[in-house]
Nanobody, 124 residues
């Protein structure tokens, strides 16, 4: 069982930065790929970024490439999403997800566990 808790969301002006954290209480966190997703009001949940269990592979949505960086520290059971040059269209609830059956978590269907989400609001 893996429990995920996101933190670090907030209100930021366009062009600003935030770093989200995804803390796991599971002892096997290092065996799981972690993905970040977001959901804007009235829209489907969409993929943002993912990192493999060994940090060897990362994968990004085109909309965030060059602006966001996904990472993890298995010793701390924590994954991160560094978000720079934020835009109003980045606004939404950000969720982390985990799976031990794929190299990277890039679709909602691939995720086995979800966090509760953290709100990110980017003002123009």
């Amino acid at each position: 069982q893996v429990t995920l808790v996101e933190s670090g969301g907030g209100l930021v002006q366009a062009g600003g930065s935030l770093r989200l954290s995804c803390k796991s209480s599971g002892r096997t966190f290092s065996e799981y790929a972690v993905g970040w997703f977001r959901q804007a009001p009235g829209k489907d949940r969409e993929f943002v970024a993912s990192v493999s269990w060994d940090v060897d592979s990362t994968y990004y949505a085109n909309s965030v490439k060059g602006r966001f960086t996904v990472s993890r520290d298995n010793a701390k059971n924590t994954a991160y999403l560094q978000m720079n040059s934020l835009k109003p269209e980045d606004t939404g609830v950000y969720f982390c997800a985990a799976s031990n059956t794929v190299v990277v978590v890039s679709t909602v269907r691939e995720a086995d566990y979800w966090g509760q989400g953290t709100q990110v609001t980017v003002s123009s």
